[in-house]
DNA sequence: CTTAGATATTTTATATTTGAAATATTTTTG
DNA sequence: CAAAAATATTTCAAATATAAAATATCTAAG
């Protein structure tokens, strides 16, 4: 399945490593700033990195959206979203409505609480981001954002 | 603490998107590929993803590691580590050794079987990565991989 | 209509993860 | 040395996460 065959070279070790050491990097530069953000989100706004990806989900899509478009869209499984719409509901910013004629479904949307208490996290959060990313310029930022689209998109669900 | 003030202008909001959306693209390009190597990982060795990443530390330093370097390394808690290194201690994998003179601390390293595990699976993971990142070429990785190198490691602990 | 299959979500069991508190040990200070 | 501070790890409770199984509902074929 892969895109190369090894018969005549057994290993393009030399390509196979600047890939390998950017996947690392990513992953990396990724996890770091997450942690920042996660740390910031709890000592600011005592709210986890779940919930707030979750209510930003949901800030995006006044209409609401179904259990398993959120979890297509988080990349997170559905018994995952469950949990975190369970506890985001009994905390009141988060509700869960039967609009459809579709039994199966339950459409799932930020109450009013939910998009105030938001709004008010979504500004620190694009603050300290940019913080965070400051060594990049805005061109770079645009630049280096267009790359990344091109690749994650292939694996990435439509969400919508 | 941060770079600019916002005297002059309340919101710099083009500047701030940009780098907004290069966080986003990145987050999720970074959670898409992890899915498919863990998924890839799991079908293919019955191994989880953060088990993989602790042998992929260890096997890194033969001589081990402190939990406590373990821990800043892969940027989680140490009671993550703790738990993870339990489960791979009893599944013969790794093992911890006091070989300090400090009673506090635990050098933790590869068995035999673990090294042995680990490099099978080291081999798949580095073709894997090379296809999923295959729309960089060895060049562009490079670069890309330089310019992450450098805000990474801002936060980044120093492992060793 | 009725059943087989498809779809959407929840439940379950287990693993991972965090952050705080507890424990154990070493180092420093008076 | 003895007490205080620092360091390294584990324990603990709660939240998050996965994957598989169970449940509920809808759709389609006959």
Redesign the interface.
């Known amino acids: 399945?892969?895109?190369?065959h090894d018969m005549l070279k057994p290993h393009n070790s030399?390509?196979?490593k600047?890939?390998?050491?950017?996947?690392l990097?990513?992953?990396?530069?990724?996890?770091?700033?997450?942690?920042?953000l996660r740390e910031r989100l709890r000592t600011t706004y005592n709210v986890t990195l779940p919930r707030f990806d979750v209510m930003a989900a949901l800030y995006r899509e006044p209409e609401g959206m179904l259990m398993s478009q959120l979890s297509k869209y988080l990349?997170v499984s559905n018994g995952n979203v469950t949990g975190l719409i369970d506890r985001l509901t009994s905390d009141g910013l988060v509700q869960r409505t039967l609009r459809d004629g579709d039994r199966r479904t339950s459409v799932v949307l930020l109450t009013k609480a939910g998009r105030e208490n938001f709004e008010q996290m979504a500004d620190s959060h694009?603050?300290w981001?940019?913080?965070?990313?400051?060594?990049?310029s805005?061109?770079e930022?645009?630049t280096?954002?267009e790359?990344?689209?091109?690749?994650?998109s292939?694996?990435?669900g439509e969400a919508r």
């Open positions: 399945m892969t895109a190369s030399s390509a196979d600047s890939r390998v050491r950017l996947w990097r990513l992953l990396r530069a990724t996890r770091a700033i997450e942690g920042e990349m694009r603050e981001v940019n913080e965070l990313l400051s060594h990049f805005p061109d930022a645009e280096l954002a790359t990344l689209k091109v690749f994650a292939d694996w990435e």
